[in-house]
């Protein structure tokens, strides 16, 4: 299928008025010798054979296992009305609201999104979206290193490994040393970051709960910070902000990160949501769109893309970064899931996670030989130690139908016995009972 | 429209959680907690349901409106591929688990969609290898310039600049910058290409790449483009080939047989998945032979009994440019369009794709000046300099075009084309929609010299009329606050 709708004579009538013979010579300026060396692609399948074969694919995924896999993505249930709403092809099949009165729709909504991130950190000014939470927190880096005209960032080694790799990854041309701190008891260590910090310090980089789950009230770090004149980012888990404390209490001059668990399905790694929020000083640094209310002539209120100066498609080489699609259907998608939970239902869903989690680390306890890691308060994510390397452990636990945790080992240098568990809302109490059950018989085996 | 939040009343709910049916921990240390919850709406499900109901039908989409929004290619993205996304066994699958030890197992599936669509862009564009990771066509520029860092420094030298014509989308300039280049801009010739004197004169030792979009934004196809990447790979630099425009040369020509070493795909453009309002997209990367070890951890391999599995080797990778393996859902979507067209299908997307922007361009040039030539490829850029001496501005002229019911083509891009305006019809629009365009281009052509007025005051059949940019860059108000 092509989904072409010209007809035979409509083609000729069109290549008539056009005044060549055929289509060929519409490409008559591409060069003989320019043409496919090969062009080996097998021919077209019905709509229905294509559909079977990729029902095929996806049942050869494990999609069935119960899932305490955490990581920065999250298993949280969502809303049916997300998918009906995000799925109106009146918002999916249109583009960047370049033209703002046939845009409405979507400006008003990014303009909510961008209030609804303002409310969960606390901070001033959010923009429309970003990739991931990975290059969200690249994004806050670049900012700081513009405003502050340093180049030494130090980041928290809780900050999740994947995000510090996009970090370094990024920056390798660009002559920015990053400085590792280690996590001590769990938590940041103030010490080492207190050693390194000094006025040519840019940004330190912290990560709330951090990977291994642990919470922290970083307001003692900020203010170290700020004396140096550097910059403050935290990553934050959006869910966890139901109960914790937001950045900007803290005082956080950026924060950061990645909104999947707003609504937005695992989908093996994308698309996902980077969010950004800043203090309103910081604004005309921020990377991509964003939206603000005016009026029009009647002296109605309407919604913009505004401040572009920054952009890539105006200022091109001095352009604040280079990003032009974003994530706005996933930055719709976590706005109508935090609409759906409201005020009261987003504080419950963040209590039902820590509870449930709590609830887990209770059961785990009991299972002989394994060590929960009480150092820290913890949200719905949490380290416990296995008497055997966690990676068998896991392997074992896939056999028993748990995806049980996911091993710290792989990402830090000698907890190869350590395991991170994620229990969101969705964990039932037979589940998470089933779990340590099964985790007892692994361990035992 | 009112806001969401303005619609709030307070102690309204709109989604049952399961109640707690354990028992109850002490809670978290106040220290640890936030003073006041986050003020978010408190409406019901039926208050959420209506609000976006109402305000998706503010916007114009492909789905109800002709979109010849230039430069990104807005197709008719095929229902079915949104079926197959939503399937469970892609959609809930955590990304993660590949990385478990024997995890591999679990995610069979997916992983052999991410290798066979890369076997499949590689063929389709002619260069060795492709990765998925890149999550939109700006990020797969980075990615490719990094590449092309990667690349130099392996071979010791330390090279400076990236040439960019200066037609080029605004995120080929800005890529390089930040992946730390200095940018030298070649202007474009009177016949609308690459001046080749400034070319050669800037093209030295220090050149690390030469960026380019073939056809180019001006929606033409340089006959020169083989001279061009010859001399530049006679000083050793690397050419990147931008892909927004591929959906013009399906099966006539590929960049890698060019000469082309990098470039990327917008998936969202090329294979039909949904732009969704400014994205998600996707900008999978393709390289040369020169340049495969140089790719994005982790890579897709299949092994000698069938299955899949993921490389975490580093070779000489330029490290992670994604938490993982791409924006998966979006790369489905464009697996499941190409396997529905085959190898004729996408030639006949391209030849029709052309057509229709040369029956647009033929039909539309006695009113706006050509920008260039007289034929196009898959886009035309006209520009109403003409109008102009009406006091009339391609702004003008767009938002008349809102009031007929067509979403305007790409204004005011490229920058070298005065008053331009970039069509690009797509091949899944019929001749009626584009005679139908193509009347209501030539009445606002009409109406500029007869009563340009109007011209001035549309659009009104919106619910807002023209919006006062100024007040919204000098004033910000970018959140909603309770009064």
């Known amino acids: ?445 | 429209m009112q806001l969401i939040f303005e619609k709030s009343r307070p102690g309204r709910e709109g989604f049952k959680l399961p109640e707690i049916d354990i028992p109850i921990a002490s809670d978290m240390p106040a220290k640890y907690c936030r003073e006041q919850p986050a003020s978010l709406p408190e409406v019901s499900e039926l208050d959420v349901v209506r609000h976006f109901s109402n305000l998706s039908r503010l916007n114009f989409s492909v789905d109800t409106n002709f979109y010849p929004l230039g430069s990104c290619t807005m197709k008719y993205n095929p229902k079915f591929t949104e079926k197959v996304a939503s399937l469970e066994g892609f959609s809930d699958l955590h990304p993660l688990l590949p990385q478990l030890l024997g995890g591999g197992m679990l995610a069979q599936g997916s992983l052999e969609v991410l290798y066979n669509i890369e076997k499949l862009l590689s063929e389709i564009t002619g260069m060795s290898a492709f990765t998925t990771q890149p999550l939109a066509g700006a990020h797969g520029e980075l990615t490719g310039v990094m590449l092309i860092a990667a690349y130099h420094k392996h071979n010791g030298e330390q090279r400076k600049h990236v040439i960019i014509p200066d037609s080029a989308h605004g995120t080929n300039p800005a890529s390089a910058a930040i992946a730390g280049y200095k940018v030298v801009v070649i202007p474009t010739d009177k016949d609308g290409f690459l001046d080749l004197q400034a070319y050669k004169k800037a093209l030295n030792q220090e050149t690390a790449a030469v960026m380019l979009t073939c056809p180019d934004t001006l929606g033409l196809f340089n006959p020169k483009i083989k001279e061009i990447a010859d001399l530049a790979h006679g000083v050793g630099a690397l050419m990147y080939y931008d892909g927004a425009n591929l959906n013009a040369i399906l099966g006539k020509c590929r960049p890698g047989d060019i000469g082309f070493d990098v470039m990327h795909i917008n998936l969202h453009k090329t294979f039909a998945t949904p732009h969704g309002g400014g994205g998600p997209g996707a900008g999978p990367v393709g390289v040369c032979e020169k340049l495969v070890d140089f790719l994005p951890i982790s890579r897709v391999i299949r092994r000698a009994d069938g299955t899949f599995a993921l490389d975490y080797r580093k070779h000489k990778s330029i490290g992670y440019i994604a938490p993982f393996y791409g924006n998966f859902g979006v790369i489905l979507k464009a697996y499941a369009y190409i396997l529905s067209l085959g190898k004729s299908g996408l030639v006949e997307a391209s030849e029709n794709a052309v057509l229709s922007a040369n029956y647009c361009l033929e039909r539309l040039k006695n009113y706006y000046a050509p920008a260039y030539g007289k034929s196009c490829m898959h886009e035309c850029v006209l520009s109403a300099e003409k109008q102009l001496e009406q006091g009339v501005h391609a702004l003008d002229i767009a938002k008349y075009l809102i009031d007929r019911g067509f979403h305007p083509p790409t204004i005011y891009f490229p920058m070298i084309v005065k008053e331009a305006m970039m069509v690009e019809p797509t091949e899944t629009e019929s001749k009626e929609t584009l005679d139908a365009f193509i009347e209501a281009m030539i009445e606002a052509a009409v109406l500029a010299q007869t009563n340009p007025e109007v011209l001035h005051q549309a659009p009104l059949s919106m619910p807002i009329k023209r919006l006062d940019e100024t007040k919204a860059a000098r004033e910000p108000n970018l959140r909603w606050q309770s009064k």
């Open chain 1, 1 to 445: 299928m092509n989904y072409i709708p010209h007809t035979e004579l409509e083609k000729k009538e069109m290549l008539k008025s056009i005044g060549v013979s055929g289509v060929d010579e519409l490409f008559k300026h591409i060069p003989k010798e320019l043409r496919p060396r090969s062009f080996n692609i097998p021919e077209g399948k019905s709509e229905f054979e294509v559909i079977e074969y990729l029902k095929l694919l996806s049942r050869k995924n494990a999609t069935n296992l119960t899932n305490f896999v955490g990581g920065g993505f999250y298993d949280h249930y969502i809303p049916a009305a997300v998918d009906a709403l995000a799925g109106r092809s009146e918002f999916y099949t249109a583009y960047t609201p370049y033209q703002p009165e046939c845009s409405q729709g979507w400006l008003q909504a990014i303009y909510e999104y961008q209030t609804v991130i303002c409310e969960l950190t606390g901070l001033d000014v959010s923009n429309a979206s970003l990739y991931d939470g990975g290059t969200a927190l690249y994004e806050a880096a670049m900012m700081a290193v513009r405003l502050t005209g340093r180049k030494k960032i130090i980041v928290d080694s809780g900050v999740n490994l994947i995000y510090r790799t996009m970090l370094y990854a990024y920056t390798s041309n660009l002559s920015i040393e990053f400085i590792e701190t280690p996590v001590v008891h769990g938590q940041a260590c103030r010490e080492d970051i207190y050693k390194h910090l000094d006025d040519q310090t840019a940004a330190v980089i912290v990560q709330n709960p951090n990977f291994f789950g642990a919470v922290d009230d970083f307001s003692d770090i900020v203010q170290q910070v700020h004396k140096y004149g550097a910059l403050a980012i935290a990553s934050v888990y959006p869910v966890s902000l139901g109960m914790l404390k937001p950045p900007a209490e803290m005082g956080m001059d950026i924060a950061t990160g990645e909104g999947q668990s707003l609504g937005i399905p695992l989908s093996f790694g994308g698309p996902y949501l980077g969010f950004i929020a800043v203090k309103k000083e910081h604004m005309r640094q921020l990377p991509g769109r964003i939206v603000g209310a005016t009026v029009d002539k009647d002296d109605k209120r309407g919604f913009v893309l505004t401040l572009q100066a920054r952009e890539q498609h105006i200022r091109r080489e001095r352009a604040t970064s280079n990003i032009c699609s974003n994530e706005a259907l996933c930055a719709l998608r976590a706005l109508i899931y935090t609409s759906l939970l409201g005020k009261a239902g987003f504080q419950k869903l963040a209590k039902l996670n820590y509870q449930k989690a709590e609830f887990a680390k209770s059961a785990l306890d009991k299972v002989s030989g394994v060590k929960v890691k009480r150092s820290a308060p913890t949200f719905n994510e949490f380290t416990v130690c296995l008497p055997k390397n966690a990676d068998e452990v896991v392997c074992r636990m896939i056999n028993k139908g748990f995806a049980c945790g996911f091993p710290l080992g792989r990402f830090y240098k000698g907890l190869d016995n350590y395991l991170l568990v994620t229990v969101t809302e969705k964990r039932t109490k037979e589940e998470i009972l089933q779990f340590a059950n099964s985790l007892e018989a692994a361990l035992c085996s």
